[in-house]
């Protein structure tokens, strides 16, 4: 996985629970165009706090473009703006 | 009780250190700890200073406090990323946080030092103290030394031995050592000018300080002297401060980037830095007796003046016109750099004795405070005077934070 920290449009579910689920997601690819990737599967997810600095990190699985692809999300929780770390 | 157990926690290269975790979690490839890097000032206008550098900047003989234009003479590809306060307060808030699981009684001695407590602590110090610095190493992502021993000065000078990420032991057996051997100017409390005095006795080691009788450093540097006596042979018997001292002065000052050479324009931020010291005086619920006024000319030769009122105050408009009035008395009309005004002879705001001929200030009291309250809602910006419209001249001045206040080092430990 690359590393990419691109800002996100993201739907999510805030549920109960303490962490919201990211549900799907549109970023700008190379050719501008708008893209929106459906969020299938969430394999872990882990707070972290590096310097103070708190983020919920999401690994996770979805079908892009017919071929099963690994990714992880950030959400920022002091900014509340959702990023894709990893690709 | 069992005997005293203190540890001193010293984050490594703290604002370089802050800085380089939280861009790694922001998806920078580069760890600004593992090339030549320092934060401080502005890299577009090539002004500032440096306030702190990476480990590979040393290497260049980089120092803190110079200027950012000679620290890139020395090293021209050397990265400079400027500073972020808010953050680091967040990565030392979270730092205290961690501490906290570990013992109740903890000193923030600084943004980026604490002593910690841990006397009646169960485990092993060996145990506790890597417990410690592995948890911030893994939950904050940054590293840190730290200092244990049996009191605070031992703790700190013991932190200070060889970085980054160690532990280190300064127990009064291991004094002779440990401490003994380095430089007298390492010493706590030793400064330059002390250092000078120091060496034209003879004394170029912490142990020939600590050899000296205790009458004749008394006859000689009187009662500091006799307090770094006191520190060479590792005496020190403060406590960890749960609660930080008694606040005893508020000020604020500002280098202005032009040279100013009129009244309006200075009396425009005399008012600007009246608005920043009696909002935090106002915040502290406290009222001050005395106004000083302190100014610098374009000669760097500075001057001062100061009044006693008769009414403590908290109000702004009372603090700027005293300010005004002090200013008009001693100004001789040459081009100024630098403004600073302070509040000192603090009293609490909840009761104070009145004066029979004081002017009815209730309203203003309530004008006050809510425009505090405005500011403290939506920002500091939110609501100002119409002077500053257009002015250039910010409408509050002073401070490099300005939502909160944070801990400053004290030569007290």
């Known amino acids: 996985m690359k590393v990419l920290m691109k800002p996100i449009e993201m739907i999510a579910w805030f549920s109960k629970d303490k962490y919201p689920i990211p549900l799907r997601y549109r970023i700008v690819d190379e050719n501008m165009e708008n893209k929106v990737i459906k969020v299938d599967k969430i394999l872990f997810k882990e707070e972290e706090k590096i310097a103070g600095n708190r983020m919920i990190l999401y690994r996770c699985e979805s079908i892009i473009e017919n071929t099963q692809r690994i990714f992880e999300l950030k959400y920022e929780i002091s900014t509340c703006k959702w990023f894709l770390f990893k690709i | 009780m069992s005997s005293p157990l203190i540890f001193h926690i010293d984050v490594n290269s703290a604002y370089l250190s802050w800085e380089a975790a939280y861009r790694l979690q922001h998806g920078e490839e580069i760890d600004l700890r593992d090339v030549p890097s320092i934060v401080g000032g502005n890299r577009e206008k090539r002004h500032g200073i440096v306030l702190a550098k990476s480990i590979p900047a040393k290497d260049y003989n980089i120092l803190t406090g110079e200027t950012i234009h000679s ?20 990565a030392s808030d979270a730092m205290i ?58 703790a700190k000078m013991a932190s200070d031995f060889k970085k980054p990420d160690m532990v280190h032991s300064l127990f009064p057996y291991e004094l002779q050592d440990k401490m003994w051997p380095l430089p007298v100017s390492e010493l706590f409390m030793v400064g330059p000018k002390t250092t000078v005095k120091l060496h034209s006795r003879g004394i170029f080691t912490i142990g020939d300080l600590a050899a000296l009788s205790k009458d004749y450093i008394y006859s000689w540097l009187k009662k500091p002297g006799l307090l770094i006596w006191e520190y060479a042979n590792g005496i020190d018997s403060s406590n960890v401060r749960n609660n930080p001292l008694p606040i005893k002065s508020v000020g604020n000052s500002t280098t202005t980037s032009f040279d100013v050479d009129n009244q309006r324009e200075a009396h425009m931020i005399l008012l600007a830095l009246s608005e920043k010291v009696s909002m935090r005086i106002r915040a502290i619920n406290q009222c001050a007796y005395v106004v000083s006024l302190n100014i610098k000319n374009y000669n760097f030769f500075s001057y001062s003046r100061q009044v006693k ?105």
């Open chain 2, 71 to 90: 620290a890139l003479q020395k090293c021209p590809h050397l990265r400079v990323v400027p500073p972020n306060y808010e953050r680091y307060i967040d």
């Open chain 2, 97 to 154: 946080h961690i501490l906290r699981e570990f013992s109740p009684n903890i000193q923030r001695y600084s943004i980026d030092e604490a002593f910690l407590d841990y006397s009646y602590g169960d485990k092993h110090w060996i145990d506790i103290s890597y417990e410690i610095k592995e948890r911030i190493k893994a939950d904050l992502g940054f590293t840190v030394n730290i200092g244990v021993s049996s009191n605070k000065l031992l």
């Open chain 2, 309 to 413: 009122l008769n009414n403590p105050t908290d109000s702004t408009n009372f603090v700027y016109r005293t300010a005004k009035r002090l200013f008009d008395e001693m100004w001789q009309e040459e081009p100024l750099r630098r403004f600073s005004l302070s509040l000192s002879e603090l009293i609490s705001n909840d009761y104070y004795q009145l004066n029979f001929f004081e002017e009815d200030d209730s309203k203003e009291k309530l004008l006050d405070n809510a425009i505090d309250n405005i500011r403290k809602s939506f920002g500091h910006k939110s609501v100002f005077r119409s002077c500053f419209l257009y002015s250039g001249i910010d409408p509050l001045i002073g401070g490099v934070i300005m939502e909160e206040e944070y801990p400053m080092m004290s030569s007290q430990i």
